[in-house]
């Protein structure tokens, strides 16, 4: 929109991935004179609130300079050698397809300070907690800037640590093991991505993803690629979570604190999918197009099975944790994304693409609530919040009751909202998918997925009944539970507009994100050539 | 007995000599050496000029150890710290004497019949571990100043490691199976010495007496491989056995295949893989803690700079029967070394040095992966064994030095001593972490994780997949005990949390006031943690400068 000069975009894009860690250092040092606030605590956290809006003002700048006439070109690109050895480069760059993820990226972490600032994290030190979210933010934000096989699995490696500690350090019941399962997983995962990469890597004789997804597959035999395509396959979908390897999944989102939970739910699981569409499908067609109907049948599995889980964890008697439940939910609408790329159609992509983005606005507001909801209960347990005759809320707390409801119509995939677009879409993929790939299969896939979105409609409806309606009880002393319950509180409602804002504003005016995506979409697909 | 060996190090020159002689009496043509000095005399070359500036990191350091071993006699009660010091100039002088050889290979003990079949090449390979193994012991010196002003004899000390670090230091270079063997040799005797050098301490010695037995059995085996070589090719020289055993007869092909897999059991002992590991846990929890840091980096660097030479460049054509071995070797060794390491309890005593132990096994094992993958794909491939071990080496000692620091505060030196450490050394504890996490090749610790993509790379580029996976589950195993350790330094040291439940309250309260309690660290000690800590940054943030070996053909 407006011109930035290059060198400006380059730095721009460079100090969004290292200017978090650079905070992260300088929030273990202690605060300088002028900035001590009323106490260490509270000075780191605003420290973290800085930094992050900081990388979220660039993120913005990067934004308006980013050139919108040509979405599909690499932008504010730096290519440094950093290791000839293995020829690793330090290559940055954003495309339409990873732009968005940026920008979500930086909000979520900015709204994760933020809402730390006002409502500290309980447990050990915040020194500790802000410095390991800087790192968590800039092994995310990096996962998505790179443009080399080798530091992108660097990326993806980096926020692992800082995570395991998030979970293990500032969590709830039970976050050992779910901290263990969380990081032994994805690391198993991402084990054997490293040798699919470096299988590419070899082969091909060069990590630059530009370099090969030109190149579309044409310097890898089939074999290669197929191995390749299997072995980064299991790597990201353990991170997306795809259905099978999903366990862990839920058990890390139980524990972990809501900051935790948001940008697990918001960021992290994309940076599976986002593999699969930045490496997978450009790099190794072939091998993909093997994959894909195992793809789409793994990814329909997870709809319902998401599904069935979440109905399962709303009913009655059930003792269903909210964000268990939503965990599951998170199951299932990755995989519409999972099904999106499955189809490896423009439509199925963007639609993925889309479903993306929305999934990381909507869940990432639906753990804030429930987090919230949890701090005011003291539990996130269905049966005891809504007991018989359900919790009330538009009662005691309508503000609180409305936005939750709005966040789970969102989810459910309501026209008007973010959630629509991208499982519409992806389905349409599924309709028509690319040729080569079995078109009744998919037919019958969508045809599941369609029956997905029902059983989606139909727990989260629920959840809706039993949490915001019922009677308040006037004076309930019987049970124990408080009358009436604050209401959204200004932090929360600040921490949280952006969130309901762009869900609606992405819903009624899709054209802004897929104008972004569909030429980089039509640019990988087609091998390079746009 | 040492000091026999030690002598016959130094008249090596003659042995060289003479079997230069029995070569040149061999072939037909006597032809005068280039470099020999002795033509005047009228002799076929016997005698001939020393490249000293080659051969000086390994006599720099014999020479000073003999230097404080005399000079241990006539230096006071009170002075003997200055011995310590000498150790390290000395060490610290033999590491610079490496710069001048920097950039071209350099060859000396020469047949004067075939001046291309030398006994000591200092090539690039020869100078990295070289670097690898004065530094290293330089790093060790630093940890056992303090140890020698009291528990230690100085003297003693001092002299059996520079000895032991002048045959490491001598290994890598020689290139024939006599030098060889003698260097393999001057590396191991001093090292049971100074294993049992804890006086009146009964675990001390028991444990120097499984090394030194165990070890002579290995080998025993490893002469007999080398006598049966010998015997098939009629050279001890390494390039003229790898030509010469193309073309062994018939009759001999079974016994030049036993000599080859004889000949690789000894180093593979140095090495510590399985089955010949067992004798690590127990040593290195016997010996003194620098000793156990000592043979964990310059003990493996021995092992298989060794074992790279023999099958590399001696027995390059029995490729399939060495490669295949060396697979299954290095799978077994990190998956047993991993799975021992796993179980260590965190509440018994010395479980920090015995997890250290078994963690340096799993490391041995993905340190031989280039050099099975070498078999496949070609001698490039050992350049990421290079790359691996020099990460190793600087982040493995780096880890000891805090165990050093700790066990000063609490000499049971188990796990759950360590809880809490961040809240009493918190700079202590984020080094030990990082180092931790370097060996675990995850980030922060860039330069783990990238010495391992080189391993990984190798064993994918030699087509060795289902190597390559059973690396990638051990790398998964070994995060858990790596992490659980880096996590019971930030637990709060009050607290019971799940993470080290088994700290128990029997032994809790002692842990505490333990930690609690700060005894000043020494400078030295303090000065290699800095040193170590600095280097894996720096490595971190240009990790080139080691994996640089990966790229480039080595010999």
Same mark, same amino acid.
């Given at each position: 929109?407006?011109?930035?000069?290059?060198?400006?975009?380059?730095?721009?894009?460079?100090?969004?991935?290292?200017?978090?860690?650079?905070?992260?250092?300088?929030?273990?040092?202690?605060?300088?004179?002028?900035?001590?606030?009323?106490?260490?605590?509270?000075?780191?956290?605003?420290?973290?609130?800085?930094?992050?809006?900081?990388?979220?003002?660039?993120?913005?700048?990067?934004?308006?300079?980013?050139?919108?006439?040509?979405?599909?070109?690499?932008?504010?690109?730096?290519?440094?050698?950093?290791?000839?050895?293995?020829?690793?480069?330090?290559?940055?760059?954003?495309?339409?397809?990873?732009?968005?993820?940026?920008?979500?990226?930086?909000?979520?972490?900015?709204?994760?300070?933020?809402?730390?600032?006002?409502?500290?994290?309980?447990?050990?030190?915040?020194?500790?907690?802000?410095?390991?979210?800087?790192?968590?933010?800039?092994?995310?934000?990096?996962? %998505?800037?790179?443009?080399?096989?080798?530091?992108?699995?660097?990326?993806?490696?980096?926020?692992?640590?800082?995570?395991?500690?998030?979970?293990?350090?500032?969590?709830?019941?039970?976050?050992?093991?779910?901290?263990?399962?969380?990081?032994?997983?994805?690391?198993?995962?991402?084990?054997?991505?490293?040798?699919?990469?470096?299988?590419?890597?070899?082969?091909?004789?060069?990590?630059?993803?530009?370099?090969?997804?030109?190149?579309?597959?044409?310097?890898?035999?089939?074999?290669?690629?197929?191995?390749?395509?299997?072995?980064?396959?299991?790597?990201?979908?353990?991170?997306?979570?795809?259905?099978?390897?999903?366990?862990?999944?839920?058990?890390?989102?139980?524990?972990?604190?809501?900051?935790?939970?948001?940008?697990?739910?918001?960021?992290?699981?994309?940076?599976?999918?986002?593999?699969?569409?930045?490496?997978?499908?450009?790099?190794?067609?072939?091998?993909?197009?093997?994959?894909?109907?195992?793809?789409?049948?793994?990814?329909?599995?997870?709809?319902?099975?998401?599904?069935?889980?979440?109905?399962?964890?709303?009913?009655?008697?059930?003792?269903?944790?909210?964000?268990?439940?939503?965990?599951?939910?998170?199951?299932?609408?990755?995989?519409?994304?999972?099904?999106?790329?499955?189809?490896?159609?423009?439509?199925?992509?963007?639609?993925?693409?889309?479903?993306?983005?929305?999934?990381?606005?909507?869940?990432?507001?639906?753990?804030?609530?429930?987090?919230?909801?949890?701090?005011?209960?003291?539990?996130?347990?269905?049966?005891?919040?809504?007991?018989?005759?359900?919790?009330?809320?538009?009662?005691?707390?309508?503000?609180?009751?409305?936005?939750?409801?709005?966040?789970?119509?969102?989810?459910?995939?309501?026209?008007?909202?973010?959630? %629509?677009?991208?499982?519409?879409?992806?389905?349409?993929?599924?309709?028509?998918?690319?040729?080569?790939?079995?078109?009744?299969?998919?037919?019958?896939?969508?045809?599941?997925?369609? %029956?997905?979105?029902?059983?989606?409609?139909?727990?989260?409806?629920?959840?809706?009944?039993?949490?915001?309606?019922?009677?308040?009880?006037?004076?309930?002393?019987?049970?124990?539970?408080?009358?009436?319950?604050?209401?959204?509180?200004?932090?929360?409602?600040?921490?949280?507009?952006?969130?309901?804002?762009?869900?609606?504003?992405?819903?009624?005016?899709?054209?802004?994100?897929?104008?972004?995506?569909?030429?980089?979409?039509?640019?990988?697909?087609?091998?390079?050539?746009? | 007995?040492?000091?026999?060996?030690?002598?016959?190090?130094?008249?090596?020159?003659?042995?060289?000599?003479?079997?230069?002689?029995?070569?040149?009496?061999?072939?037909?043509?006597?032809?005068?050496?280039? *470099?020999?000095?002795?033509?005047?005399?009228?002799?076929?070359?016997?005698?001939?000029?020393?490249?000293?500036?080659?051969?000086?990191?390994?006599?720099?350091?014999?020479?000073?150890?003999?230097?404080?071993?005399?000079?241990?006699?006539?230096?006071?009660?009170?002075?003997?710290?200055?011995?310590?010091?000498?150790?390290?100039?000395?060490?610290? *002088?033999?590491?610079?004497?490496?710069?001048?050889?920097?950039?071209?290979?350099?060859?000396?003990?020469?047949?004067?019949?075939?001046?291309?079949?030398?006994?000591?090449?200092?090539?690039?390979?020869?100078?990295?571990?070289?670097?690898?193994?004065?530094?290293?012991?330089?790093?060790?010196?630093?940890?056992?100043?303090?140890?020698?002003?009291?528990?230690?004899?100085?003297?003693?000390?001092?002299?059996?490691?520079?000895?032991?670090?002048?045959?490491?230091?001598?290994?890598?270079?020689?290139?024939?199976?006599?030098?060889?063997?003698?260097?393999?040799?001057?590396?191991?005797?001093?090292?049971?010495?100074?294993?049992?050098?804890?006086?009146?301490?009964?675990?001390?010695? /028991?444990?120097?007496?499984?090394?030194?037995?165990?070890?002579?059995?290995?080998?025993?085996?490893?002469?007999?491989?080398?006598?049966?070589?010998?015997?098939?090719?009629?050279?001890?020289?390494?390039?003229?056995?790898?030509?010469?055993?193309?073309?062994?007869?018939?009759?001999?092909?079974?016994?030049?295949?036993?000599?080859?897999?004889?000949?690789?059991?000894?180093?593979?002992?140095?090495?510590?893989?399985?089955?010949?590991?067992?004798?690590?846990?127990?040593?290195?929890?016997?010996?003194?803690?620098?000793?156990?840091?000592?043979?964990?980096?310059?003990?493996?660097?021995?092992?298989?700079?060794?074992?790279?030479? *023999?099958?590399?460049?001696?027995?390059?054509?029995?490729?399939?029967?060495?490669?295949?071995?060396?697979?299954?070797?290095?799978?077994?060794?990190?998956?047993?070394?991993?799975?021992?390491?796993?179980?260590?309890?965190?509440?018994?005593?010395?479980?920090?040095?015995?997890?250290?132990?078994?963690?340096?096994?799993?490391?041995?094992?993905?340190?031989?992966?280039?050099?099975?993958? #070498?078999?496949?794909?070609?001698?490039?491939?050992?350049?990421?064994?290079?790359?691996?071990?020099?990460?190793?080496?600087?982040?493995?000692?780096?880890?000891?030095?805090?165990?050093?620091?700790?066990?000063?505060?609490?000499?049971?030196?188990?796990?759950?001593?360590?809880?809490?450490?961040?809240?009493?050394?918190?700079?202590?504890?984020?080094?030990?972490?990082?180092?931790?996490?370097?060996?675990?090749?995850?980030?922060?610790?860039?330069?783990?994780?990238?010495?391992?993509?080189?391993?990984?790379?190798?064993?994918?580029?030699?087509?060795?997949?289902?190597?390559?996976? *059973?690396?990638?589950?051990?790398?998964?195993?070994?995060?858990?005990?790596?992490?659980?350790?880096?996590?019971?330094?930030?637990?709060?040291?009050?607290? #019971?949390?799940?993470?080290? /439940?088994?700290?128990?309250?029997?032994?809790?309260?002692?842990?505490?006031?333990?930690?609690?309690?700060?005894?000043?660290?020494?400078?030295?000690?303090?000065?290699?943690?800095?040193?170590?800590?600095?280097?894996?940054?720096?490595?971190?943030?240009?990790?080139?400068?080691?994996?640089?070996?990966?790229?480039?053909?080595?010999?």
């Amino acid at each position: 929109m407006i011109d930035i000069s290059e060198s400006v975009m380059q730095f721009l894009l460079a100090f969004i991935v290292v200017g978090p860690l650079i905070g992260a250092v300088a929030a273990l040092l202690p605060a300088p004179p002028g900035l001590r606030g009323t106490g260490p605590d509270q000075a780191v956290l605003r420290h973290g609130v800085t930094v992050t809006g900081a990388i979220l003002a660039a993120a913005i700048a990067l934004v308006i300079g980013f050139d919108h006439d040509q979405p599909s070109k690499m932008q504010a690109t730096t290519d440094i050698s950093w290791i000839p050895a293995l020829d690793v480069r330090i290559h940055l760059g954003v495309d339409g397809i990873s732009l968005p993820l940026l920008v979500l990226t930086a909000l979520l972490s900015f709204l994760c300070a933020l809402y730390s600032y006002f409502k500290p994290p309980t447990g050990p030190s915040p020194k500790a907690f802000v410095a390991l979210l800087l790192v968590l933010e800039s092994g995310m934000l990096a996962t %998505f800037a790179v443009l080399d096989l080798v530091l992108f699995f660097l990326a993806f490696e980096m926020v692992l640590i800082p995570m395991y500690f998030l979970i293990a350090r500032w969590g709830g019941e039970a976050r050992q093991p779910a901290a263990w399962k969380f990081i032994l997983y994805t690391l198993l995962g991402s084990v054997v991505m490293l040798l699919g990469l470096l299988l590419i890597g070899l082969q091909s004789g060069t990590f630059d993803m530009v370099a090969l997804a030109t190149d579309n597959g044409r310097g890898l035999t089939a074999s290669t690629q197929v191995i390749a395509v299997l072995a980064i396959g299991i790597g990201l979908a353990v991170k997306t979570p795809m259905w099978p390897l999903h366990s862990w999944l839920p058990d890390a989102h139980t524990a972990a604190p809501t900051v935790g939970s948001v940008l697990l739910a918001g960021v992290l699981l994309k940076m599976g999918t986002y593999g699969f569409v930045r490496i997978v499908l450009p790099i190794a067609p072939e091998g993909m197009q093997t994959f894909a109907p195992y793809l789409a049948a793994f990814a329909v599995a997870g709809i319902v099975y998401g599904s069935l889980a979440c109905l399962a964890l709303a009913k009655q008697g059930a003792a269903g944790d909210l964000k268990r439940l939503i965990a599951y939910s998170s199951v299932g609408h990755m995989g519409f994304v999972l099904l999106g790329i499955a189809t490896m159609t423009p439509t199925g992509v963007n639609g993925a693409l889309f479903a993306n983005v929305a999934h990381g606005l909507i869940t990432g507001l639906l753990f804030f609530l429930v987090g919230a909801l949890k701090d005011r209960y003291g539990t996130a347990d269905l049966d005891t919040l809504a007991g018989a005759a359900g919790a009330a809320l538009y009662g005691r707390a309508p503000r609180l009751g409305g936005l939750l409801a709005f966040a789970a119509v969102a989810s459910l995939g309501l026209p008007g909202l973010a959630g %629509f677009w991208g499982e519409m879409l992806a389905l349409f993929g599924a309709f028509d998918p690319a040729p080569g790939l079995n078109r009744p299969a998919f037919l019958v896939f969508m045809v599941i997925g369609g %029956f997905g979105t029902l059983l989606t409609a139909a727990y989260l409806l629920i959840v809706v009944r039993r949490v915001c309606m019922g009677t308040p009880p006037p004076e309930d002393r019987r049970s124990g539970a408080p009358a009436a319950i604050p209401d959204v509180r200004t932090y929360e409602l600040v921490t949280w507009s952006p969130l309901v804002a762009l869900t609606v504003l992405a819903g009624l005016w899709p054209a802004v994100l897929l104008g972004l995506t569909d030429p980089a979409v039509q640019k990988l697909l087609a091998g390079g050539k746009s | 007995m040492i000091t026999a060996i030690r002598s016959a190090a130094e008249t090596m020159n003659g042995a060289a000599a003479q079997e230069a002689a029995t070569d040149g009496a061999l072939s037909p043509a006597v032809a005068p050496g280039a *470099v020999s000095l002795a033509d005047a005399s009228g002799g076929a070359g016997l005698v001939q000029s020393v490249d000293w500036l080659a051969i000086a990191p390994p006599t720099i350091t014999a020479v000073v150890g003999l230097i404080l071993l005399v000079a241990d006699l006539f230096v006071p009660e009170k002075r003997k710290g200055l011995l310590g010091y000498g150790a390290v100039a000395g060490l610290t *002088v033999a590491i610079i004497s490496l710069v001048p050889l920097l950039g071209e290979d350099r060859t000396t003990f020469c047949l004067t019949t075939d001046t291309t079949a030398c006994s000591y090449t200092a090539d690039a390979f020869a100078l990295s571990i070289q670097l690898l193994v004065l530094g290293g012991a330089l790093l060790t010196a630093l940890l056992s100043l303090h140890r020698t002003r009291d528990e230690l004899p100085a003297g003693e000390y001092w002299f059996l490691l520079l000895s032991s670090t002048a045959g490491a230091a001598l290994l890598p270079a020689s290139r024939d199976l006599a030098t060889l063997i003698v260097a393999l040799e001057v590396a191991s005797l001093p090292a049971f010495a100074l294993v049992g050098m804890r006086r009146g301490d009964r675990l001390s010695s /028991e444990s120097a007496l499984k090394f030194f037995l165990s070890s002579v059995t290995a080998t025993a085996v490893t002469l007999l491989g080398v006598s049966f070589v010998y015997a098939t090719t009629g050279s001890l020289h390494l390039t003229r056995i790898a030509a010469n055993l193309g073309d062994v007869s018939g009759q001999l092909e079974t016994l030049a295949r036993t000599g080859v897999a004889l000949t690789l059991i000894g180093f593979a002992f140095k090495t510590a893989a399985v089955p010949f590991h067992f004798w690590v846990p127990d040593t290195y929890v016997g010996a003194p803690l620098p000793i156990a840091a000592f043979l964990s980096v310059i003990g493996k660097a021995v092992g298989f700079s060794g074992l790279v030479l *023999v099958t590399v460049i001696a027995f390059p054509g029995y490729a399939d029967v060495w490669g295949p071995a060396i697979a299954v070797l290095a799978a077994l060794t990190m998956t047993a070394g991993n799975a021992a390491a796993l179980r260590q309890s965190a509440s018994r005593d010395w479980s920090a040095v015995r997890l250290l132990a078994w963690s340096s096994v799993a490391q041995a094992g993905y340190i031989l992966v280039p050099i099975a993958a #070498a078999a496949y794909a070609g001698a490039d491939q050992i350049g990421s064994t290079v790359a691996y071990a020099l990460m190793y080496a600087v982040v493995n000692l780096g880890a000891f030095a805090v165990v050093t620091v700790v066990s000063r505060t609490s000499p049971r030196n188990r796990l759950s001593d360590y809880r809490g450490l961040w809240y009493t050394r918190p700079l202590t504890a984020l080094t030990l972490g990082f180092f931790l996490l370097c060996l675990a090749g995850l980030p922060p610790g860039i330069i783990g994780l990238f010495a391992k993509v080189t391993v990984f790379s190798s064993a994918v580029d030699a087509g060795l997949g289902w190597l390559a996976v *059973v690396m990638g589950v051990n790398v998964v195993i070994a995060l858990y005990y790596y992490l659980k350790w880096t996590a019971i330094l930030f637990q709060a040291p009050g607290t #019971a949390d799940a993470g080290a /439940e088994s700290a128990g309250a029997e032994s809790g309260g002692v842990a505490v006031s333990g930690a609690g309690t700060l005894v000043r660290t020494p400078v030295a000690v303090t000065t290699a943690i800095a040193l170590t800590a600095a280097v894996g940054v720096l490595l971190s943030g240009y990790p080139q400068l080691v994996l640089r070996f990966a790229a480039t053909s080595l010999f």
